[in-house]
C-alpha cells in the first residue's frame, strides 16, 4: 500500500509560479513510476507529467513551462509550475504506480487568476 500526500496548490496570478510536491510511503520509491494529471471542472482527469527510470514524460499543453523532479531519498515528488495560465486551474493529484498498482493522492488545488 502507498500512500500519497500532496501539498504546495493555492491561487495565484497568470504568469505566476507554483511548486507542488507529493510525499510517498513504501519502501520501493526508487522503482515507483509517478506522475501527475488534473482534474478541471467539468473535465475528465488528465496526465500533466512523469517521471520514470531516469526520463520524464510531459502533457503538450504544459512543455516548456513544468517540470517534474524527485527525490528518492526524502520519497518525494515535486511539480514545478512556471508561466501559470488560467487554463491550467484545476486540482491536480499525485500519482504513484508500483508494477501495476496504482495510488493517489487526494490533490491539491490551483487556482490561476487572470
Known amino acids: 500500500q502507498v500512500q500519497l500526500v500532496e501539498s504546495g496548490g493555492g491561487l495565484v496570478q497568470a504568469g505566476g509560479s507554483l511548486r507542488l510536491s507529493c510525499a510517498a510511503s513504501?519502501?520501493?520509491?526508487?522503482?515507483?513510476?509517478m506522475g501527475w494529471f488534473r482534474q478541471a471542472p467539468g473535465k475528465e482527469r488528465e496526465f500533466v507529467a512523469r517521471s520514470w527510470n531516469g526520463n520524464t514524460y510531459y502533457a503538450d499543453s504544459v512543455k516548456g513551462r513544468f517540470t517534474i523532479s524527485r527525490d528518492n531519498a526524502r520519497n518525494s515528488v515535486y511539480l514545478q509550475m512556471n508561466n501559470l495560465k488560467p487554463e491550467d486551474t484545476a486540482i491536480y493529484y499525485c500519482?504513484?504506480?508500483?508494477?501495476?498498482?496504482?495510488?493517489w493522492g487526494q490533490g491539491t488545488q490551483v487556482t490561476v487568476s487572470s
Open positions: 513504501g519502501r520501493s520509491f526508487s522503482r515507483y513510476d
Open positions: 500519482n504513484a504506480d508500483d508494477m501495476g498498482y496504482r495510488y
